[in-house]
């Protein structure tokens, strides 16, 4: 028995070496090959991650894989190249007839086999599968919107990436034009700011960094949430009750479960400035959620409901 | 406790083990081919109007430079469908092999490949390397390594939790490493709380997808799991004894403590290896084993090869379901493994003669 065991423990000696030899030399393999490049003439230039795309030429054949890229594809005139988008993407109605490539998890290989030359992706996809697909021939850039600088920023680069650099560039200025028209009215000395409540799921809200939050701001509000911990906090009864909002907004989108009867009915609730002067709001939730060009739509509508007299 | 060692089995296969494991490693080869044809281009599981055929799939099998094929064929077959079909073989075998082994040492029918920290150290690891951004800055590769590293830590720390005056006792450590995963389990959950943009991510691996095969990962993982299950059947034989309990172990002649601590080490750094990469598959590594146990009964010289081959090509299958049932999309595929093999699991149960696997 003892020399059975003997036996034994030199072959797990001798499997573990060879395992932790191949192991060191496929990590090594895949280190080395992750650094290579080329160098081609076309466009080149830096996404919101920080990544250096290089493209050979304008694409021609684009997969979308989020509503926000898909939106300013379509802004800024390069509706035509787009071959595949993902589920949540259904703006504008073209979209709607668009070869769909999944959602948070891709379809490999639906996009594969599209034949794309170029992925537009949003900070929302696991980049680990942008990257496989990289591998495979198929370059990336990301758009990681967080604020309405970027919205404009963004613009701007996908009109580098699809040749519609004037559109592109028109479109972003407008955009610009407009957030500044509604800024200098809400920033205005002597503009009483009123205190909102922003919900877009039963008691879910925009924390500070969230672009919810930017949007109040800019529209001459004063989120009610700015001082929680997280971008996309749930807040208890007790906070919104404390901090007594004078406007409160709810979104309707497709996950929408509530009305402003529901909110006014809430346990204690009744109490708060915006229910008891009947200041229970909508709004589209695909104007605040999507940080494309019609996110200047819901800034104007938010900034309206803020402040009626300013926008008549 | 201890009825994980006298179950009835099947006697017709009992007689002729071999012939049962022949049959099964069959049945891997069989799936691994057809795995190959099923997903969302087809030919099989697609409703696609321009699906692959079968012909095309045969030629871009056997020759990836195939001039006649498009470049899409070669690279849904190579690319992705390949690797990542090894891959779910691969993790497959390692949960259900790693999944036996922790049963024998626990001596627990409810014990499974996470139950000493494995699943909730790699989470953290995982759901850190997202939320710090390293997977941004550093590459993807980060997570699982940094899922791999935060494994063995907490896995090492539960054992030494469980480890009283350089004995394993196996109640402790039980009891360890359910405590460890609970409170580790809060962090993650607060972690994914806070995550903002990078929730689904967290959430995918949380549930276990292969929708990211490499072949790196194949490479990187087909080595130690193999070594983890061959080191593992090579020590069938103390494994029975150890069920027959610890002091009789001793007698037959098996060190009990350095068995003990052998199979925790070797299952642990299977299983990592296993999670790293793909995220936490649950249910594979402990329903597989018993099913098996059913079948073949509770010698560990057929169970470990058993539920090895079982494990993977039940992995397969599972995730080939999972990427097809709906068009265009792809489910996690901790989902399909739980939600077809627990029924099935059931119907075995019922159906043994003595339906004494948790007797």
């Known amino acids: ?312 | 406790m201890s009825g994980i060692g006298k179950v009835a089995a099947n006697s017709r296969i009992r007689r002729s083990p071999v012939r049962f494991l022949c049959l099964l490693a069959v049945l891997l080869l069989a799936t691994f081919f057809l795995a190959i044809f099923i997903g969302a281009k087809g030919p099989i599981g697609s409703d696609d109007i321009d699906e692959m055929r079968y012909s095309e799939l045969f030629d871009a099998i056997l020759d990836k430079d195939s001039e006649r094929l498009s470049y899409s064929t070669t690279a849904i077959v190579w690319a992705f469908r390949i690797p990542r079909v090894l891959l779910a073989g691969l993790v497959g075998a390692s949960l259900a092999c790693a999944g036996t082994a922790m049963q024998a040492v626990f001596r627990n029918p409810m014990a499974d490949p996470f139950i000493i920290g494995v699943s909730s150290g790699a989470a953290i690891g995982a759901s850190s390397a997202g939320l710090i951004g390293l997977t941004v800055v550093v590459g993807s590769f980060t997570k699982p390594m940094l899922a791999f590293a935060c494994a063995i830590v907490t896995v090492f720390f539960v054992y030494r939790m469980g480890t009283i005056r350089g004995k394993v006792q196996v109640e402790t450590l039980l009891l360890s490493g359910v405590a460890v995963a609970a409170f580790l389990g809060a962090i993650v959950s607060f972690l994914m709380y806070s995550a903002g943009q990078q929730f689904h991510e967290l959430l995918l691996w949380l549930l276990g997808s292969f929708a990211e095969p490499r072949w790196s990962y194949v490479w990187m993982m087909l080595f130690p799991a193999l070594a983890g299950v061959i080191i593992i059947f090579l020590y069938g034989r103390e494994l029975n004894a150890l069920l027959l309990g610890e002091e009789t172990a001793h007698n037959l002649g098996a060190n009990p403590e350095t068995l003990k601590k052998l199979m925790l080490a070797v299952a642990a750094f299977v299983t990592a290896g296993a999670v790293a990469f793909t995220g936490i598959i649950g249910f594979v590594g402990l329903i597989v084993p018993h099913m098996m146990r059913i079948l073949v009964g509770a010698d560990h010289r057929v169970l470990v090869p058993a539920a090895t081959l079982f494990g993977a090509s039940f992995l397969i299958w599972a995730d080939s379901i999972a990427r097809t049932i709906l068009p265009g999309e792809e489910l996690p595929v901790g989902v399909i493994t739980a939600m077809c093999g627990g029924p099935f699991f059931l119907y075995l149960l019922r159906r043994s003669r003595t339906g004494s696997v948790i007797s």
């Open chain 1, 1 to 312: 028995m003892d020399r059975m065991l003997a036996k034994k423990e030199f072959t797990v000696w001798i499997t573990l070496t060879v395992v932790v030899s191949s192991v060191i030399a496929f990590t090594g393999g895949y280190m080395v090959g992750a650094t290579t490049s080329g160098e081609d003439e076309g466009i080149l230039l830096v996404d919101d991650y920080g990544r250096t795309i290089k493209l050979d030429k304008i694409p021609e054949r684009i997969v979308s894989t989020a509503p926000t890229p898909t939106e300013i594809l379509f802004a800024v005139g390069a509706g035509d190249l787009v071959v595949g988008v993902d589920e949540y993407s259904d703006y504008p109605a073209e979209v709607l007839n668009i070869t769909k490539v999944g959602s948070y998890t891709l379809s490999t290989e639906v996009i594969i086999s599209l034949q794309p030359d170029l992925i537009v992706s949003s900070d929302l996809v696991p980049i680990a599968q942008l990257e496989l697909l990289e591998d495979n021939g198929i370059p990336f850039v990301v758009l990681a919107t967080r604020s309405l600088d970027d919205v404009t920023k963004d613009i701007r680069l996908v009109g580098i990436l699809t040749g519609h650099v004037e559109e592109a560039n028109a479109l972003a200025d407008s955009l610009e034009a407009r957030i500044e028209a509604v800024t200098e009215k809400t920033q205005a000395e002597g503009v009483v700011k009123p205190r909102v409540y922003l919900e877009y799921y039963p008691y879910w809200t925009y924390g500070p960094g969230s672009f919810g939050n930017d949007l109040i701001a800019l529209a001459g509000g004063i989120n009610i949430a700015e001082n929680t911990t997280s971008e996309y906090p749930m807040v208890s009864s007790e906070l919104v009750i404390a901090q007594d909002p004078e406007i409160i907004i709810y979104t309707i989108g497709y996950m929408t479960t509530t009305t402003a009867e529901e909110i006014s009915l809430r346990p204690g609730w009744g109490e708060i400035t915006a229910v008891a002067e009947g200041n229970i709001l909508s709004m589209d939730d695909n104007l605040i959620s999507r940080y494309g060009p019609r996110i200047v739509d819901g800034l104007e509508e938010l900034a309206a409901l803020l402040h009626p007299d300013l926008f008549s």
